[in-house]
């Protein structure tokens, strides 16, 4: 088994109100409802999308 690291997501605020892209960022990242939970592969293209939308996420 490889020893991937691996980031958590949880969207705590709703993205009702926010811009398309930022909308479409979240469900890139596999978020859909209000406290979902992701767990992705740490990868510069992961924690952009998480920067992007820093506001809307918590990373656990």
């Known amino acids: 088994m490889s020893d991937k690291k691996t980031l958590t997501v949880k969207l705590v605020r709703s993205v009702a109100g926010t811009r398309e892209d930022h909308r479409a ?27 992007k939308v820093a506001y809307l996420v918590q990373v656990l």
């Open 25 to 51: 960022t979240v469900r890139g990242l596999g978020l859909r409802k209000l406290n979902s939970t992701r767990t992705l592969e740490d990868t510069p293209a992961v924690r952009g999308m998480i920067n």
